[in-house]
């Protein structure tokens, strides 16, 4: 599915001046406050942006992958928290509903998630269980006509707003990721609790809880797929993911060259701009040049997958160099900007701080690299 080039055209539009006009002059007051504020909360609802990656039949706006990318770099220019706001409805929270969910699932969640008026988030890691995540330790007991829940969820994203968890425990006496089976566990139900929000290095704004299922009653119409095929859901929705992220790195990238360019192009030094030292030309050709590279990564990825191509190894790929590249960027920066950099009033080092975590979540570059290598082995090259 794809929009029409002339609406597409004038979402993104849309989008950027949205980023330009009410996002960035907000980005100190997010980090200050620690929340996202409601006023541009019900403005993204307006414009549809819970629903981006959601079929029209279901109120979403129903963009393929390459669309969704577009956004997603558009999005990046910003503080990476306004993102997160509708990035689990978007993404990891309700892909899994998309991808494996029945007409009757679909029907009853699909609606208010591509509106907004209610949130999810995607339950995987747990306090023992990380990368490693076909090894999960919460389990879902069968007992008549619901499975007993019980378990601990760690680090889960708009765990403090949601009202609908994507959750993988494990049904079978199976060892590994075959005995996992995924599940959509209202917040509403008995034995549900959310733990306080973590305190963390950046993306202040966007919060991350621990979610405690204590014998909770999940009615057995709520499972996603057939029992067993939970990991396999998780992997997919992450591969989705994937994708998402690295266009989230390309943007922000693409924010700090464009920073750092007005900034070396007004600060003097030596009689003249920093911008006609060369070793800080050498710097912005570095930040450009692979900045490039992943954004061309990015949406060539995104249109084989548009295509139905099996694209594991090249959303791997994409999130592993787009991420290190967003970090290298962010890196050199603050070095452009001096001390200036390393000075909160002017962003450069929050962003720096912010960007830390796309190495990290949704697979680790060291989860990565072991995707790609078995991926490149796979195919023989
Ligand atoms: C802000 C934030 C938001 C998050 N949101 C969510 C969410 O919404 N839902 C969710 O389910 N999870 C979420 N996570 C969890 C995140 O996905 C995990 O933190 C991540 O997958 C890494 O797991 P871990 O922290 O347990 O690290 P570990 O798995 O303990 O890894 C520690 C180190 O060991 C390395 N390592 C592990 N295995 C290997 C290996 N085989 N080879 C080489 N190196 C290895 C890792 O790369 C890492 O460097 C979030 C985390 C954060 C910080």
């Given at each position: 599915?794809?929009?029409?080039?002339?609406?597409?055209?004038?979402l993104?539009?849309?989008?950027r001046?949205?980023?330009?006009e009410r996002?960035?002059?907000?980005?100190?007051?997010?980090?200050?406050?620690?929340?996202?504020?409601?006023?541009?909360?019900?403005?993204m609802?307006d414009?549809?942006l819970?629903?981006?990656?959601?079929?029209?039949?279901?109120?979403?706006?129903?963009?393929?992958?390459?669309?969704?990318?577009r956004?997603a770099?558009?999005?990046g220019?910003?503080?990476?928290a306004?993102?997160?706001?509708f990035?689990?409805?978007?993404?990891?929270?309700?892909?899994g509903?998309?991808?494996?969910?029945?007409?009757?699932?679909?029907?009853e969640?699909?609606?208010?998630?591509?509106?907004?008026?209610?949130?999810?988030s995607?339950?995987?890691?747990?306090?023992?269980v990380g990368?490693?995540s076909?090894?999960v330790?919460?389990?879902?007991?069968?007992d008549?006509?619901?499975?007993?829940?019980?378990?601990?969820k760690?680090?889960?994203?708009?765990?403090?707003?949601?009202?609908?968890?994507?959750?993988?425990?494990?049904?079978?006496e199976?060892?590994?990721?075959?005995?996992?089976?995924?599940?959509?566990?209202?917040?509403?139900?008995?034995?549900?609790?959310?733990?306080?929000?973590e305190?963390k290095?950046?993306?202040?704004?966007?919060?991350v809880?621990?979610?405690?299922?204590?014998?909770?009653?999940?009615p057995?119409?709520?499972r996603?797929?057939?029992?067993?095929?939970?990991?396999?859901?998780?992997?997919?929705?992450?591969?989705?993911?994937r994708?998402?992220?690295?266009?989230?790195?390309?943007?922000?990238?693409e924010?700090l060259?464009?920073?750092?360019?007005?900034?070396?192009?007004?600060r003097?030094?030596?009689?003249?701009?920093?911008?006609?030292?060369?070793?800080?030309?050498?710097?912005?050709?570095?930040?450009?040049t692979?900045?490039?590279?992943?954004?061309?990564?990015?949406l060539?990825?995104?249109a084989?997958?548009?295509r139905?191509e099996?694209?594991?190894?090249?959303?791997?790929?994409?999130?592993?160099?787009?991420?290190?590249?967003?970090?290298r960027?962010?890196?050199?920066?603050v070095?452009?900007?001096?001390?200036?950099?390393y000075?909160?009033?002017?962003?450069?080092?929050?962003?720096?701080?912010d960007?830390?975590?796309?190495r990290?979540?949704e697979?680790?570059?060291?989860?990565?690299?072991?995707?790609i290598?078995r991926?490149?082995?796979?195919?023989?090259?």
């Amino acid at each position: 599915m794809a929009l029409d080039p002339e609406t597409f055209d004038a979402l993104i539009d849309t989008v950027r001046r949205f980023v330009a006009e009410r996002l960035r002059p907000l980005e100190a007051e997010v980090e200050a406050a620690d929340a996202i504020p409601d006023a541009v909360i019900a403005a993204m609802k307006d414009m549809g942006l819970f629903g981006l990656s959601i079929a029209d039949e279901f109120g979403g706006l129903g963009l393929n992958m390459i669309e969704e990318c577009r956004v997603a770099i558009e999005m990046g220019r910003t503080t990476p928290a306004f993102r997160s706001t509708f990035g689990t409805n978007v993404g990891i929270g309700s892909q899994g509903l998309v991808m494996a969910g029945t007409p009757e699932q679909k029907a009853e969640w699909l609606p208010r998630i591509a509106s907004g008026e209610i949130v999810t988030s995607f339950a995987l890691t747990e306090p023992d269980v990380g990368s490693d995540s076909g090894s999960v330790k919460t389990r879902a007991v069968r007992d008549g006509d619901v499975y007993r829940l019980s378990g601990t969820k760690r680090y889960i994203t708009n765990a403090d707003k949601a009202q609908l968890f994507t959750v993988m425990a494990r049904t079978g006496e199976e060892k590994g990721a075959r005995g996992v089976s995924a599940f959509l566990v209202p917040k509403d139900l008995p034995g549900v609790t959310i733990g306080e929000p973590e305190k963390k290095m950046g993306q202040k704004g966007a919060k991350v809880a621990d979610v405690h299922f204590d014998d909770v009653p999940v009615p057995a119409a709520n499972r996603l797929g057939a029992e067993g095929e939970g990991f396999k859901i998780a992997m997919r929705v992450l591969d989705r993911g994937r994708l998402h992220i690295s266009a989230v790195c390309v943007g922000v990238a693409e924010r700090l060259i464009a920073d750092s360019v007005a900034y070396a192009g007004g600060r003097h030094q030596f009689g003249q701009p920093i911008a006609a030292h060369q070793l800080i030309q050498g710097m912005i050709a570095d930040m450009k040049t692979e900045a490039l590279v992943a954004r061309a990564m990015v949406l060539e990825t995104a249109a084989a997958k548009d295509r139905g191509e099996d694209v594991v190894l090249e959303s791997a790929a994409a999130k592993y160099f787009a991420s290190e590249m967003v970090g290298r960027v962010a890196d050199k920066a603050v070095q452009i900007y001096g001390g200036a950099g390393y000075i909160a009033d002017y962003g450069i080092e929050r962003l720096y701080r912010d960007v830390r975590l796309f190495r990290i979540y949704e697979g680790t570059s060291q989860i990565q690299q072991v995707i790609i290598a078995r991926e490149t082995m796979k195919r023989g090259g």
